[in-house]
């Protein structure tokens, strides 16, 4: 198994090395040669298997010779053991025909754990075969910080700096992530968006001399390794209920794109939705023809507060037809007119898979009072945004409809307090976050000040 750029000018790469690289070096996003075909007998014998078996069934197709069978077996097994719920991704019903996908049971209590868990662990791995020392930065809206530093926290020749914008994480977002003990954890709260984050972390691995200098990797969703193992919850799922719809509340398109993923891979998907807050960029795309950023919104929703949504890159790639030259033209084209007209033909690949709608938070705070007054269940506001937008999906859909429980309320407790007067209790995990002494860096949205940040603070491998 060999990886391309989605902007084609950077020669195929092993498993192992677009693990370890994160992002092209032509920036553009790693992909398969060509993907994987699992038989739909294979897939229907899912329903009967453990979650950390149908992990490795998918994931040993995408690794290749990079690890043997029983490391990626050993590393998917430690990665799920400290989940609270045996079957890592349950599905609960909350309606006719309506399921939750709960993947908030790992250590953050987010859905970044399922996928940063298992990268953690091969990353580690693939660097020590490697040798020498990796830099990884993250730009996060919430919940890749605390995963990753999860996932990475405390290894060695790893040094981990994360920003988040100052102010528009939830408290309990940003305590996880600087009240970390690490010595090799760096937080930075950036004075500016998710957007303006992930734009300087871009802006360094551009900078070619400072990234190999550094050695700097990503483990966000640009990095295919998280899309690989975020794609196994949709065979999971799948597998028990049938041919169903995916409702995805999304922010940088990481994980709807799983499921194209799962989709290529021949998984037999109805639609996947998209499902936005008022930051609604793909929604536009996809509707309207085109793909434009604007002012970032502060929400109650505040994972999917992005405006420049990375992954749509990998969707678009695809759309194309695999058209590098194409899908280069029109991601550097946006980068400086910061809008990009759809051709026809590829909105029309797009949207026979997609469809996507936006939901406020008036909204969002209606549908989680009203899931509590009719279920008992509490939902965190990013899922009240996926079902906002299952309500709004035809009535007449025979289909099982799946909505993505991205995260666990107690991480939002302000609008879940606002939407049903209730405080909800905080797990074990986070029992001790409000004692632990917070560890942060302000700084300014300035690239060379980051870098300079970044520098001072690197160790010796």
Excluded at 52 to 63: E, P, Q, S, W, Y
Excluded at 80 to 87: E, G, I, K
């Amino acid at each position: 198994m060999r990886y391309l750029s989605t902007r084609g000018r950077t020669a195929p790469q092993s498993f192992a090395d677009i693990l370890l690289a994160g992002l092209a070096p032509d920036g553009g996003l790693f992909l398969p040669e060509s993907w994987p075909q699992i038989p739909a007998d294979e897939i229907a014998g899912f329903a009967g298997q453990r979650y950390a078996d149908v992990a490795f069934a998918i994931l040993k197709r995408f690794t290749g010779d990079s690890f043997t069978d029983a490391e990626l077996r050993e590393d998917i097994e430690t990665a799920y053991s400290d989940f609270d719920a045996p079957d890592i991704a349950p599905l609960s019903q909350i309606g006719k025909g309506q399921y939750l996908l709960e993947l908030f049971h790992g250590p953050t209590l987010a859905f970044k754990d399922i996928a940063m868990q298992v990268l953690g662990r091969l990353f580690a791995r693939a660097l020590a075969k490697k040798g020498g020392k990796a830099t990884v930065v993250a730009a996060t809206s919430g919940d890749t910080g605390s995963a990753a530093i999860a996932a990475l926290g405390g290894l060695p020749n790893i040094d981990v700096f994360v920003m988040h914008p100052k102010g528009r994480v939830s408290e309990v977002q940003r305590r996880q992530m600087t009240t970390a003990p690490f010595a090799n954890v760096h937080n930075i709260a950036l004075e500016g968006t998710f957007d303006d984050a992930q734009s300087i972390v871009k802006s360094l691995f551009a900078d070619d001399a400072f990234a190999k200098r550094a050695h700097l990797t990503a483990v966000n969703s640009i990095n295919f390794a998280r899309i690989a193992a975020q794609a196994v919850y949709y065979f999971t799922a799948t597998a028990k209920l049938g041919k169903s719809t995916f409702v995805v509340p999304t922010g940088n398109f990481g994980d709807v794109f799983a499921g194209e993923a799962a989709m290529r891979m021949g998984l037999p998907l109805h639609k996947l939705v998209v499902a936005t807050n008022a930051n609604d960029i793909v929604a536009r795309a996809l509707n309207e023809g085109l793909y434009e950023s604007g002012h970032v919104h502060a929400t109650l929703s505040p994972s999917m507060d992005i405006q420049v949504s990375s992954n749509f890159e990998r969707a678009l790639f695809e759309a194309s037809g695999r058209d590098a030259a194409w899908t280069r033209g029109a991601m550097e084209s946006f980068a400086v007119k910061r809008a990009l007209k759809l051709p026809a033909e590829l909105r029309a690949r797009l949207r026979s898979r997609y469809d996507a709608g936006r939901a406020d938070d008036a909204e969002t705070l209606d549908l989680i009072a009203r899931t509590f007054r009719e279920t008992g269940r509490i939902v965190d506001p990013h899922t009240a945004v996926a079902l906002r937008m299952a309500e709004k999906l035809d009535a007449r859909l025979e289909d099982p409809i799946v909505v993505l429980s991205t995260a666990h309320p107690a991480k939002f407790p302000d609008a879940v307090a606002r939407a049903t007067g209730q405080k909800v209790p905080l797990p074990p995990r986070l029992a001790a976050l409000y004692d632990g002494v917070e560890r942060v860096t302000v700084l300014p949205h300035d690239l060379g000040t980051v870098r300079g940040f970044i520098e001072e603070r690197l160790r010796p491998a």
